[in-house]
């Protein structure tokens, strides 16, 4: 317990001030596209600032503002725990420890679910299949990844597996057309399992590095829709049986909460390999994060920070408790 107040400063961690490639590029630095989350946090500031002794009203406060910030009840009262653990063992004695106290325990929380998305070279194609509920940011995801694939010199594919609305094969032939990136789509209403089954063999044939399959938004509840998903699996497993490589799910950061129930659901439906959550620049409810990681301990892959295809970043723990709670020690 407690070991990360011993761990030795080192290139990893929230110590850690190498700048992530995008803010080289002269890209914002997450700090400003995450302002709202950290200003909700922002509160500890003036709150631990303020206080001269550490008693049980300011651990309630600090518990207070954590919840404020849409971290959850478990998680929110696995780092206040940890801390009164701390106060009481005599590691954290003045109101000045709290902060990098705290920032800690958000690391040691959140470090377990950073984990790169690894595209492996000897999958050919490497198969991402995205779902979630409707208007998270899916389409708008499978735009950046295949960017960013792209600019690492892989050959794209995607498959317009949402074939319910219209408007997204378009969505997605559209952003193939600009990009010259092929867009395996049939026409709206068909089967999305035999869209995405074509759009396999076709990535095969043409030896294609990563496809990417586009789903429609569906809710937990709608059972059939749920079970669409399972059968899209098992098609693409009569063509490799280890296909999806990664299935992804997109949760909205604005929606709080109920993005953490959103994983729970889609989790039992098929089971998920990584997350990614969007929507991050516009909301104070960052700290949602943190509920799905103390819940589901599922490797959360990019976050979004905005629109353009640079704003989708890889996790990285230590630069995501900086830029929430940027404490200097
Ligand atoms: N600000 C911001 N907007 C985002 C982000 N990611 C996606 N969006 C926007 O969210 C909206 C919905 O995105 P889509 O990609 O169409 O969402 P979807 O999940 O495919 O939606 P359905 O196909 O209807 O289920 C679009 O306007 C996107 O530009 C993000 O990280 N930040
Ligand atoms: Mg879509």
Redesign the pocket.
Known sequence: MFSIFRRKKSGKGVESTQMRPAEQAGVDPLEQRLERTRSSLGGLFGLIGSATTIDDELVEEIETTLLTADMGVAATTRIVDRLREGIRQGIVTEPAELLPAVQAELYELIEPCEQFLAVDPDRKPFVILMV???????????GKLARRYLDEGKKVMLAAG?TF?AA?VE?LQAWGARNDVPVVAQKSGADTAAVIYDALHSAKAREVDVLIA?T??RLHTQSHLMDELAKVRRVMQKIDPDAPHETML?V?AGTGQNALAQARQFNQAVPLTGITV?????TARGGVLFAIAEELKIPIRF?????TAA??RPFDAGTFVHAILPVER
């Open positions: 979630g509920v409707n208007g998270v940011g899916k389409t708008t995801t499978i949402d609305r997204a969505q586009d429609a938004g997109v909205d969007t929507k991050l620049d516009g976050i979004g920070v905005g629109e704003d989708l």
